[in-house]
Nanobody, 115 residues
Framework: QVQLVESGGGLVQPGGSLTLSCLAS????????MGWYRQVPGKERELVAT???????KYVDSVQGRFTCFRDYAKNTMYLQMNSLNVADTAVYYC?????????WGQGTQVTVSS
């Protein structure tokens, strides 16, 4: 059964850091291009970062230089290390994986940046 489970969200002060985790099923983790998205109430879900099966990551301009997406292959886990957080980063963050068989989503984890 395909699973994607996010964790690590929470309340962070502006300028702070937080690392999100996405635990995936082994088959999905090894074969899929994965990514992080975020969504604010009333807005469309937007891309944050993608990472291919080889570990090459890309980022949207708004997080470039602040966020780092990487994989731990031994743990079947994708991470999003978020630094220099600001209020605009507040959102529900979702991990996903895209394979030949479809697109899969986790349940989301809330990140709130507030002083």
């Amino acid at each position: 059964q395909v699973q994607l489970v996010e964790s690590g969200g929470g309340l962070v002060q502006p300028g702070g850091s937080l690392t999100l985790s996405c635990l995936a099923s082994r088959g999905l983790f090894n074969s899929a291009t994965m990514g992080w998205y975020r969504q604010v109430p009333g807005k469309e879900r937007e891309l944050v970062a993608t990472i291919n099966s080889g570990g090459s990551a890309k980022y949207v301009d708004s997080v470039q230089g602040r966020f780092t997406c990487f994989r731990d292959y031994a743990k079947n886990t994708m991470y999003l290390q978020m630094n220099s957080l600001n209020v605009a980063d507040t959102a529900v963050y979702y991990c996903n994986g895209v394979t030949l068989y479809g697109t899969f989503w986790g349940q989301g984890t809330q990140v709130t940046v507030s002083s």
